[in-house]
């Protein structure tokens, strides 16, 4: 089974500065999909960056982007200029299984980013 | 084009009922899975359905159960509740060919 490990329970930036959230998996797989979304106070999950593993360019959504380093397994984001409203509940996230399209996610447990103002 | 919609919001419940969550998926979306959020376990897979029918199903027991409409819309069940359901339960949609999933806002279930 897929596995996904986020080692950083929370995290702390100031606002405007520049931070990187770490997400490893485990697949077998040569060709899949990681995701990146966001859960605020709301509850409601935000996707914030997909990547496509056999895509050799990191994928970038504004001041979003991945580090995808597929031979170490390892799919970081990093949030440039940090605005308050980054504030979130940060989730990695890989195919439950692969062929369908569409089976569900696996997701790590999750960062709990803080932005100091 | 809206977004994934769950109903209802919020819902209290006592030990033994049962309940039934609605979710409506974007348009065109026929994939609809279901997840629960705990802060003990985190976000687990329930389960997923295409074109009204099962796909795949999480680690949960029976007690568990979903259905699809034709139209995509989707219900899950929770007969005989338990404590330890109460949860975030969120509706997620997917076009179904990218993996993908959008979410909706979720349903807060307490059980006393």
């Known amino acids: 089974a897929q596995t996904v490990t986020q080692s950083q329970p929370e995290m702390s930036v100031q606002e405007a500065e520049t931070v990187t959230l770490s997400c490893t998996y485990d697949t077998s797989e040569s060709d899949y999909y990681l995701f990146w979304y966001k859960q605020p106070p709301s509850r409601q999950m935000i996707l914030v960056i997909r990547q496509e593993a056999y895509k050799q360019q990191n994928a970038t959504e504004n001041r979003f982007s991945v580090n995808f380093q597929k031979a170490a397994k390892s799919f970081s984001l990093k949030i440039s200029d940090s605005q308050l409203g980054d504030a979130a509940m940060y989730f990695c996230?890989?195919?439950?299984?692969?062929?369908?399209?569409?089976?569900?996610?696996?997701f790590g447990k999750g960062t709990h980013l803080i932005i100091q103002p | 084009k809206a977004g994934v919609t769950q109903t209802p919001r919020y819902l209290i419940k006592t030990r033994g009922q049962q309940v039934t969550l609605s979710c409506s998926p974007i348009s065109g979306h026929r994939s609809v899975s279901w997840y629960q959020q705990t802060p003990g376990q985190g976000l687990q897979f329930l389960f997923e359905y295409f074109s009204e029918t099962q796909r795949n199903k999480g680690n949960f027991p029976g007690r568990f159960s979903g259905r699809q409409f034709s139209n995509s819309r989707s219900e899950m069940n929770v007969s005989t509740l338990e404590l330890g359901d109460s949860a975030l339960y969120l509706c997620?949609?997917?076009?179904?060919?990218?993996?993908?999933?959008?979410f909706g806002p979720g349903t807060r279930l307490t059980v006393l």
């Open positions: 997620a949609s997917s076009p179904g060919d990218d993996y993908t999933q959008y």
């Open positions: 996230a890989y195919p439950r299984a692969l062929g369908g399209g569409a089976d569900g996610l696996t």
